[in-house]
């Protein structure tokens, strides 16, 4: 096999742009095996260097320790090598199972690239990692994700990350900082942006367009973002504030065609035969001493825990009924005061 690699690596060099005849008097087949292109001194088993000083190994033990696979770099004044790609293989067992590593080092020295510059990594599971030498899921990120689209000839897309150490969410022309609860707004279109809290959501937008960079959640105008729902952790929405109670909390106005309200204990007992009719003597009493109907909230109440629907229906048709039953009473009253008077003029006209 060493003997056929010579002739392919001519054939291999030939293809070279660049490459001349008078290159070939630095290739070399030494007594190690080791199959030098470019070089008369090849430290790996393959090991291919350009006029320009471009260099590309195969080999085992790459700087990295166990792992066999390819090296690029540079070889500058020829004496220090700058090997800061590398694709290769790290055999996890003696099944030959292991990970696929791509690995780029971004330093401005003459420091090979590590395993923990791996940009991309290939599980023998299929598990793929990006930025991450471990994936645990089918697609692990380290980082922020993009989806980019175009629409009628404008730039779309979501992102996926965090700034700092905020929780993290996916947005719409937003881009992500380092600093917590900081971001940038690249293009010149509005922003949206839906934040993990610890078991809910924060959603956030802006009427903004302006690209801006240093843009907020404090939502104070400008080109920040305003916050316009959560969602809690219990299930509870508010619209217009960051602190529902309810399940639906809304700090404004709303809007329907048609509001259900489910209630129990509906007033219908103010009609049974057993339900004690108020006084009004003693329903004057309670409104000269607390200027509001018994069973009714009072404005201040009213004020700081609002009215609830169902149960102020209720009352208010209790009261109705009882006028009714008021009202019903006065009608007999009046029947006989008008007999009553219909008899004493009768007696007087005789």
């Given at each position: 096999?060493?003997?056929?690699?010579?002739?392919?690596?001519?054939?291999?060099?030939?293809?070279i742009?660049?490459?001349?005849?008078?290159?070939?008097?630095?290739?070399?087949?030494?007594?190690?095996?080791?199959?030098?292109?470019?070089?008369?001194?090849?430290?790996?088993?393959?090991?291919?260097?350009?006029?320009?000083?471009?260099?590309?190994?195969?080999?085992?033990?790459?700087n990295?320790?166990?792992f066999?696979?390819?090296?690029?770099?540079?070889?500058?004044?020829?004496?220090?090598?700058?090997?800061?790609?590398?694709?290769?293989?790290e055999?996890?067992?003696?099944?030959?199972?292991g990970?696929?590593?791509?690995?780029?080092?971004?330093?401005?020295?003459?420091?090979?690239a590590?395993?923990?510059?791996?940009?991309?990594?290939i599980?023998y599971?299929?598990?793929?990692?990006?930025?991450?030498?471990?994936?645990?899921?089918?697609?692990?990120?380290?980082?922020?994700?993009?989806?980019?689209?175009?629409?009628?000839?404008?730039?779309?897309?979501?992102?996926?990350?965090?700034?700092?150490?905020?929780?993290?969410?996916?947005?719409?022309?937003?881009?992500?900082?380092?600093?917590?609860?900081?971001?940038?707004?690249?293009?010149?279109?509005?922003?949206?942006?839906?934040?993990?809290?610890?078991?809910?959501?924060?959603?956030?937008?802006?009427?903004?367009?302006?690209?801006?960079?240093?843009?907020?959640?404090?939502?104070?105008?400008?080109?920040?973002?305003?916050?316009?729902?959560?969602?809690?952790?219990?299930?509870?929405?508010?619209?217009?504030?960051?602190?529902?109670?309810?399940?639906?909390?809304?700090?404004?106005?709303?809007?329907?065609?048609?509001?259900?309200?489910?209630?129990?204990?509906?007033?219908?007992?103010?009609?049974?035969?057993?339900?004690?009719?108020?006084?009004?003597?003693?329903?004057?009493?309670?409104i000269?001493?607390?200027?509001?109907?018994?069973?009714?909230?009072?404005?201040?109440?009213?004020?700081?825990?609002?009215?609830?629907?169902?149960?102020?229906?209720?009352?208010?048709?209790?009261?109705?009924?009882?006028?009714?039953?008021?009202?019903?009473?006065?009608?007999?009253?009046?029947?006989?005061?008008?007999?009553?008077?219909?008899?004493?003029?009768?007696?007087?006209?005789?």
């Amino acid at each position: 096999m060493k003997k056929r690699l010579l002739p392919l690596s001519f054939v291999i060099l030939s293809a070279i742009p660049g490459w001349n005849s008078a290159m070939a008097q630095d290739n070399k087949l030494d007594l190690t095996g080791n199959v030098g292109i470019g070089t008369t001194n090849p430290l790996k088993a393959l090991e291919v260097r350009t006029p320009a000083n471009d260099f590309m190994s195969v080999g085992y033990q790459l700087n990295l320790g166990q792992f066999s696979g390819v090296h690029f770099g540079y070889l500058e004044n020829n004496n220090i090598l700058y090997r800061k790609s590398a694709l290769v293989f790290e055999r996890l067992d003696h099944s030959a199972r292991g990970k696929i590593h791509l690995l780029n080092n971004g330093e401005a020295n003459a420091n090979s690239a590590r395993l923990s510059d791996a940009r991309l990594t290939i599980n023998y599971d299929g598990k793929i990692g990006v930025n991450k030498v471990n994936p645990t899921v089918d697609l692990d990120v380290n980082g922020d994700v993009q989806w980019s689209g175009y629409n009628a000839g404008n730039l779309r897309g979501a992102k996926i990350g965090h700034s700092g150490g905020n929780y993290g969410g996916v947005g719409y022309n937003i881009d992500f900082t380092g600093t917590t609860g900081i971001f940038n707004r690249p293009l010149s279109d509005r922003t949206s942006y839906m934040e993990f809290t610890f078991g809910g959501f924060n959603f956030f937008g802006t009427s903004d367009s302006n690209p801006a960079n240093g843009v907020t959640l404090a939502g104070t105008g400008g080109s920040n973002l305003n916050l316009l729902a959560v969602l809690t952790s219990t299930g509870d929405l508010g619209l217009g504030t960051s602190t529902p109670k309810e399940k639906l909390s809304v700090n404004g106005k709303i809007r329907a065609h048609e509001i259900k309200v489910e209630t129990a204990n509906w007033p219908d007992y103010v009609f049974a035969k057993s339900y004690r009719l108020p006084d009004l003597s003693d329903t004057e009493q309670f409104i000269h001493k607390n200027g509001h109907l018994p069973g009714i909230p009072s404005a201040s109440e009213v004020k700081t825990n609002g009215v609830e629907l169902g149960t102020m229906n209720a009352k208010l048709l209790e009261k109705i009924e009882e006028l009714t039953l008021y009202m019903i009473e006065m009608k007999k009253d009046n029947e006989q005061l008008r007999k009553r008077v219909v008899e004493l003029e009768l007696k007087n006209n005789k």
